[in-house]
């Protein structure tokens, strides 16, 4: 979800300090993530080196926290790629993502016209094996003024380092496009739920699941009496076993997803679902991969968090079960808690 750059990171550390005066930010576990050290901890790739202005630098000129930020060219047409270094995660955390970026050049409609941006978080475990990716699109039209990204992003349970990437990209003959990025952080996000707050579950074997491929099923240990099954046994494809939500009850602030699944046997390391978390506007502001490893026991229902920022402008929210067609896996319930309804300040500061 996108939020205009009207106030200073110093500000806008105090606001989310202040929400219901329990959080305290972390540090970000980003080193030089303001690039006041230049190119320390990042690196950058180029398809076309040779090509006169393409490539990536440090700008003194623009900047939307301290005095430097990072600068894609795109003079012409190819692709540039900043890579930050892996820097230590702790698995089964929620982060706080937040970062900044401007651009010109890009679209002459505001729609995709070739040049395109993206941000990406690569989830490692402690061998390096690639765990996971979280991330989002950045809009197609040019973006003069800092604007940034929030969400909460999960941890998988097994990861142990993560890593930031921008691929930014151009087709031949489209505008020449500049992309400045900075502020990049990620922090560990630990707000608790407060007592009284208000919850909304949705029954997936209501019919919120993807009927030409899975089956409601009875199942006398949940309160409906139904839930939804996927069987590898007898499903040969991958698809969506819940979704469709589609609310739009929810005011500004952050919340957690419960998702109650339960999965028939418990191999090692086996890909259950993913879960993901999408709003009408903004882009998906949460995913994580979900593994054997991670339920307590055969078919026994447990309650997988997915936590999440929802700001005012995002519309209906879609809670989604992605099955990975490889363990046999029930959908009882998605419920969703508030955690803290953002006041006027919070909102001014975090999505205005």
Known sequence: MSIQSIVPATVLLAVVTGIGGAYQLSPSVVPNGSFEEGMTGWKSSMQDPAQAGLGMSIDETHHRDGSRSAQLSLPKHGGVTLTSERFPVEGGRDYLCVLYTRSEGFSRTGSYDGVN????????????KNMGRVGSGFSYAARPNWEGEIRVVSAPASAASAGFTFPVSAQEGKLPSVFWIDAVSLRPWELDAKQGGKSWTFSISDGYFSQSTFRRVADDTTPSGFAVIANPRFINKKDYMAGGIYF????????????????GEK??????????????????????IILSDQFEKPRVYQDIPLRFVVGPNAGYVDFRVFWQGEVTTWVDTVTIVEEEVFGENEIQALFE
Do not use: C, H, T
Not at 118 to 126: H, K, N, P, S, T
Not at 248 to 263: D, S
Not at 267 to 288: C, F, H, R, T, Y
């Open 248 to 263: 739009r009850g929810f005011p500004p602030g952050a919340y957690r997803a419960l998702y109650k699944l339960k999965i």
């Open 117 to 128: 941006a993206q941000y990406l978080i690569d989830w490692f475990d402690a061998e390096g």
């Open 267 to 288: 191999p090692e390391g086996k890909l259950v679902v993913s879960l993901d978390i999408n709003p009408q506007m903004g882009g998906n502001i949460n995913a994580s």
